[in-house]
């Protein structure tokens, strides 16, 4: 009796597969003619306007058909390699222009401040790090305002207008960059790389870039690490507490940070947590 019914199983399933199979076939041969003549007039309209275009450019004189090569071509001679190393030290300092620029303002500050006060919460993921990096930047736009409009004054408006070259609309432009970045950097972060450097007796506006921009780095890396570590200071408090108590209870067994986690945010919503960073981070740039 099992045999027969196994049987009568397969029988009855063999004819339901084949009907679904011709339904299935029945629905995609329109698709597949349509696809078919869709492709027939996609050929015939690209020869058609290979054929017009070959025409065109026999018959009218002076019109060529536009070619465009990408490759290596064999260089005639050391100024075509000397352009080619200059192309190319330029697509470099292209890519690293954004890292430059951001290593140069108050970004460097504020991502990593940020940064430590989500670590601080203990959360991992949450803000994300786009968030943190977007409200970086803004604040950085916010802060490097009077700098830029100082730049857009004194050295890109007098550029556009012919009035100034190249070179002078760029010490103009460095020499506000470098003033923002001198009012921030520790002096014995600067005089570091200056005697490192070699440099005697120097005024601070003389000084150049190459001394500025690493002893700014390092201030700013040592300020940030500064109040990152103030920012801490609440926060184990709270773990210590909370600790505390699930020792005193006999709860050995609980995660101390199943009970703190709530706490901190719970105390950082209370006293309003952002606008107390943001506030002590522009304040921090003397605004």
Same mark, same amino acid.
């Given at each position: 009796? =099992?045999?027969?019914? !196994? ?6 399933? %063999? ?8 339904? #299935? ?7 597949? =003619?349509? &696809? ?5 007039l996609?050929?015939? $309209? ?10 065109? #450019? ?30 190319? $030290? *330029?697509?470099t =300092?292209?890519?690293? &222009? +954004? ?15 940020? @940064? ?7 959360? !991992?993921?949450?803000? *994300? ?6 409200? @970086? ?9 009077? %700098? ?6 004194? #050295?890109?408006? +007098?550029?556009? *207008? ?10 103009? &432009?460095s ?30 506006? !003389? ?14 890396l040592?300020? *940030? ?9 609440? $926060? ?6 909370? #600790? ?10 609980? +995660? ?18 952002w ?7 522009? !304040?921090?740039?003397?605004?």
């Amino acid at each position: 009796m =099992m045999l027969l019914d !196994q049987q009568l199983e397969t029988e009855t399933r %063999v004819p339901a597969s084949r009907h679904d199979f011709r339904a #299935a076939a029945r629905r995609v041969r329109p698709l597949l =003619m349509w &696809a078919i003549l869709l492709a027939i007039l996609q050929l015939e $309209f690209t020869l058609s306007a290979q054929t017009s275009s070959s025409s065109l #450019a026999t018959n009218v004189p002076g019109l060529m058909p536009f070619r465009l090569n990408l490759g290596v071509e064999a260089a005639n001679g050391p100024r075509d390699v000397d352009m080619a190393i200059k192309v190319l $030290f *330029a697509l470099t =300092m292209l890519a690293l &222009a +954004p890292s430059i620029i951001l290593l140069m303002t108050s970004f460097t500050r504020i991502v990593i401040v940020l @940064s430590f006060v989500r670590t601080a919460l203990s959360l !991992q993921g949450t803000p *994300a790090n786009q968030i943190i990096i977007g409200l @970086s930047l803004f604040i950085t736009f916010f802060v490097m305002s009077p %700098v830029w409009d100082n730049i857009n004054r004194d #050295a890109l408006q +007098p550029y556009q *207008a012919s009035q100034i070259s190249g070179d002078q609309a760029l010490e103009q &432009a460095s020499r506000h960059v470098r003033a923002f970045m001198l009012r921030q950097a520790r002096p014995r972060d600067v005089e570091l790389f200056a005697s490192m450097a070699k440099l005697g007796p120097t005024a601070p506006d !003389q000084l150049p870039l190459k001394v500025v921009i690493p002893g700014f780095i390092i201030s700013e890396l040592r300020t *940030a690490f500064q109040m990152g570590f103030l920012l801490f200071v609440p $926060f184990i408090l709270i773990d210590l507490v909370v #600790a505390t108590v699930l020792m005193s209870l006999g709860m050995m067994m609980m +995660p101390p940070m199943t009970i703190s986690l709530p706490l901190k945010i719970l105390l950082f919503v209370l006293v309003d947590g952002w606008d107390l960073i943001v506030r002590s981070l522009v !304040q921090s740039f003397g605004y």
